[in-house]
T-cell receptor
Framework: TQLLEQSPQFLSIQEGENLTVYCNSS?????LQWYRQEPGEGPVLLVT?????EVKKLKRLTFQFGDARKDSSLHITAAQPGDTGLYLC????????????FGQGTELSVKP | KAGVTQTPRYLIKTRGQQVTLSCSPI?????VSWYQQTPGQGLQFLFE???????NKGNFPGRFSGRQFSNSRSEMNVSTLELGDSALYLC?????????????FGPGTRLTVL
């Protein structure tokens, strides 16, 4: 069983559409991060959310941390081909010696 | 400043061989973490080093090992390679390796085991 469940696993949309990606867990976290990974590259940190209910915006990307700090969502408005990539949520587990654990990821393809 | 570099970028080995991968962190970063990425299992934590000491290890067999040098550069070694070890191996560096400290990833080493 994955600690972080991401949905959907795959998403193929047309340029200009909106989309939402979800990251869910039954555990409570002190913070949660979102990364984007493009083909042939390593993941790049997009945002860190630390407060329950927090909303952060990064241009057309909106990130929300659930009130109970168990889940998060990533919403993209008017998707563009440059948004194509693998979106990963991740949490740092202090109680297991300190390690970053990732969700399985959402593979997003935005077609022109 | 220069990012995290990994060498080699691509590697082809046969079953039973061993392999060593190298990671040079961002200057000033003392923590280096290693991850294995496969389509089936996703990104999985291998181990983390800080100031030449392994602080944490993931759930991988003893064939996977690593070390860190005094200049923070790190290597990981996989002995007696198996077909299932084919994966993208990523390293990430950060100042402390703890909590919300940003981890900067390298481009990875693509290992293929035949």
């Amino acid at each position: 069983t994955q600690l972080l469940e991401q949905s959907p696993q795959f998403l193929s949309i047309q340029e200009g559409e909106n989309l939402t990606v979800y990251c869910n867990s039954s555990s409570v976290f002190s913070s949660l991060q979102w990364y984007r990974q493009e083909p042939g590259e390593g993941p790049v940190l997009l945002v860190t959310v630390v407060t329950g209910g927090e909303v952060k915006k990064l241009k057309r990307l909106t990130f929300q941390f659930g009130d109970a700090r168990k889940d998060s969502s990533l919403h993209i408005t008017a998707a563009q081909p440059g948004d194509t990539g693998l979106y990963l949520c991740a949490v740092f587990l202090y109680n297991q010696g300190g390690k970053l654990i990732f969700g399985q990821g959402t593979e997003l393809s935005v077609k022109p | 400043k220069a990012g995290v570099t990994q060498t080699p970028r691509y590697l082809i080995k046969t079953r039973g061989q061993q392999v060593t991968l190298s990671c040079s962190p961002i200057s000033g970063h003392r923590s280096v973490s290693w991850y294995q990425q496969t389509p089936g299992q996703g990104l999985q934590f291998l181990f983390e080093y800080f100031s030449e000491t392994q602080r944490n290890k993931g759930n991988f067999p003893g064939r996977f090992s690593g070390r860190q040098f005094s200049n923070s550069r790190s290597e990981m070694n996989v002995s007696t390679l198996e077909l299932g070890d084919s994966a993208l191996y990523l390293c990430a560096s950060s100042k402390t390796g703890q909590g919300t400290d940003t981890q900067y990833f390298g481009p990875g080493t693509r290992l293929t085991v035949l």
